[in-house]
């Protein structure tokens, strides 16, 4: 047996994946707190097809990782149930497409119950689910959705971008009292089989921590134009505001970080002093994300902007296949640049 | 049987018709001359058990208020059978602030956390949720038990099949209950279902299926009596079908032109029939059973009191309890 001697870790300095900062935080939450237990398709052994449970069985065995069969629709109704009985499952539908097989459990009955019994119930799930194309899925393996969930009342919806929110915005959500939908983006997990986002690793520190869920967070400040956006888009809105810097146009890039509860406030502070806002989403252009957050300033005060909204979303349209296909609709560095450039006459 | 428990069975009947012929009074009685389903005292759908009591009573024997039942749109024979309180459960249908959901839920969305008692608007998805009570009560080495209702038009549904599966599975202390009605709103069982009994299906899924037939009380009572105590010993779900009679329409309004039992049907009511062997055998006379209507009908009334006193909700509060 060979012993690696590594030095101590340092809090500031220990970098994990996505995935491994999620697994932390759920991790060192059923440490503490029994009643909470994982569930889903090939969690157990598996660790999760998009490495969102690696390891758990292991450290805390089959009564609390559970592998359920193919059945979202006996396992989502048994997360509610569950947790209408004081407990709080995490309970993962392997892509956030699958809603369909599913989706009378989690609207009708998980994010509803608490309303119908007049706040006398309490539904602590935390669904997670896998989101996002940018791989060749194709079209029900591909998709984002967020907007669909926040549509429907009585959910959260938490969306990171980043290690370190990813642990902090999981820990907040198992110990929130309502329904969480989870929904982290394949393409900011680290996963060794994916082409990564080089911030898909990150610092993170190892003690329990929340990141309250709601805030959103202003990850870059500029002057010029707004750009709001979530999830993986977060780092293509990065990456086109360090390359358009060039040019002397200065972006703000604030990741909302949830959906459900919208932090409002950020969004018009922001635009209050920039007058220009660009929304990037990588759900579908109508009736969604970009849509709602163009009506919070034009409910708000129309005057505050300096240019018409510019939207940079996917084209109403079912993801496609083909790479070359799906980069077109795709919210790219690209397009974010083309969209900053407009925005700015 | 002990006359006791045939007493019990006949009174938990007795105050659920009498609760329905009461909601029935009320529902209909501002609703003319023009019928508007969303007008009156008591607005929207309402969809009465009447004579299918003696599920609810046989099952509900059994059961403590520590065991959970999810019941369906045509929950108030179970809800009251499980002993939910009576005023609560009339103040939530009259859309009352002192209602079990205080006005959010209405007759279909019924919950009451003290006796762990709920209900689903949406066909055979009241069966996940009971899987989830089950697995806390295993999980937490308790011998407490959920009961899961649908008809047998929902037997048809994923939900049902998804359910039995992972319930056999993981040995989950459930019992499943089918009320066969024979009629899934207009379509009748031999018109929607391949097999003609549903227990059968759970054999299918390894675990024990019993059919009663003849609506019987007391049918009910003793398959319940097996499937509770295997459930609550750590043997795992079964599922108890029940042929009963859907007495009145599928919701208030319902013409039920397409029904072709209708000429005996009252003849099939299992109150009276229940009435008769009881006093047959002697456990009541015509006395007490008359006593016991006129006591199930003041609780009833005390019930309906209440709830027409009770506040109507703010609608400067409807947005109240979205969120925890």
């Known amino acids: 047996m060979v012993i690696i001697k590594s030095p101590a870790p340092q809090v500031t300095t220990r970098k994990l994946t996505t995935a491994k900062a999620m697994v932390e935080g759920i991790s060192q939450e059923m440490e503490r707190d029994s009643s909470i237990f994982v569930m889903g398709e090939d969690v157990g052994a598996y660790g999760g097809i998009f490495s969102s449970t690696t390891g758990l069985l292991e450290k805390f065995g089959p009564s609390r990782i559970l592998d359920t069969p193919i059945s979202e629709t006996a396992f989502m109704g048994l997360a509610t149930g569950a947790a209408v009985e004081g407990m709080r499952p995490i309970v993962e539908l392997m892509f956030v497409d699958f809603f369909g097989v599913c989706m009378d459990q989690i609207y009708n009955h998980m994010a509803k119950i608490h309303y119908e019994s007049g706040g006398n119930v309490k539904v602590p799930v935390v669904l997670m689910t896998a989101v996002g194309g940018g791989y060749s899925d194709g079209a029900q393996h591909s998709q984002c959705l967020w907007g669909t969930f926040a549509h429907l009342p009585g959910m959260k919806v938490v969306i990171p971008s980043n290690p370190a929110d990813a642990k902090g915005l999981m820990i907040s959500a198992i110990r929130d009292d309502n329904p969480v939908l989870f929904m982290f983006h394949k393409g900011v997990m680290g996963l060794p089989w994916m082409a990564k986002n080089p911030r898909s690793i990150g610092p993170v520190p190892e003690e329990p921590y929340e990141v309250p869920i709601g805030k959103a967070s202003v990850v870059r400040s500029g002057s010029d134009v707004t750009i709001v956006t979530v999830s993986l888009s977060v780092h293509h809105a990065l990456d086109a505001a360090e390359d358009i810097a060039a040019y002397g146009i200065d972006c703000e890039v604030i990741d909302l970080r949830s959906l459900v509860p919208l932090d409002r406030a950020a969004i018009l502070d922001s635009v209050t002093k920039t007058g220009r806002l660009l929304v990037v989403d990588e759900d579908y252009l109508s009736f969604g994300m970009s849509g709602e957050i163009a009506a919070i300033i034009a409910e708000s005060d129309p005057r505050l902007l300096r240019a018409p909204v510019v939207r940079v979303a996917v084209p109403d349209v079912p993801i496609p296949y083909a790479r070359s296909l799906e980069y077109a609709v795709l919210p790219t560095k690209e397009r974010i640049v083309s969209a900053i450039k407009e925005i700015m006459g | ?324």
């Open chain 2, 1 to 324: 049987m002990e006359d006791k428990t045939r007493l019990g069975l006949y009174e938990t009947m007795v105050l659920s018709r009498s609760f329905e012929e009461a909601i029935l009074h009320d529902y209909h009685a501002d609703k003319a001359p023009a019928w508007d389903i969303g007008a009156g005292l008591i607005p929207g759908e309402m969809h009465l058990s009447a004579g299918q009591e003696p599920v609810a009573a046989g099952i509900c024997a059994h059961l403590g208020v520590n065991d959970a039942i999810t019941a369906t749109h045509r929950p108030h024979h179970l809800a009251i059978a499980h002993g939910v309180d009576l005023k609560t459960l009339a103040a939530e249908i009259y859309g009352r602030e002192t209602g079990f959901g205080r006005g959010r839920g209405g007759h279909m969305h019924l919950f009451d956390p003290s006796t762990h008692f709920s209900c689903s608007g949406i066909i055979a998805e009241g069966y996940p949720p009971a899987l989830g009570q089950a697995f806390s009560f295993k999980y937490h080495k308790s011998t407490n038990i959920a009961v899961a209702v649908t008809g047998e038009g929902a037997a048809n549904q994923g939900a049902f099949h998804e359910s039995l599966n992972l319930a056999a599975l993981w040995r989950l202390p459930v019992v499943f209950v089918v009320e066969d009605n024979d009629w899934a709103i207009s379509v009748p069982k031999n018109r929607s279902t391949a097999i003609a009994s549903n227990a059968d299906r759970a054999n299918s899924y390894g675990i024990p299926g019993e059919r009663v037939e003849n609506n019987s009380v007391e049918g009910v009572w003793q398959a319940a009596g097996r499937a509770v105590e295997r459930a609550r010993s750590g043997g795992g779900p079964s599922l108890i079908e029940v042929r009963t009679v859907r007495l009145w329409g599928h919701f208030e309004g319902d013409a039920q032109a397409y029904r072709n039992d209708m000429d005996h049907l009252s003849e099939r009511d299992p109150i009276p029939l229940y009435a008769e062997d009881l006093i047959r055998d002697g456990v009541l006379s015509p006395e007490q059973i008359d006593a016991i209507s006129v006591d199930a009908r003041a609780a009833v009334e005390e019930a309906i009191e209440f709830a027409k006193s009770s506040s109507i909700p703010l609608g400067s509060e409807a947005s109240r309890y979205v969120f925890a």
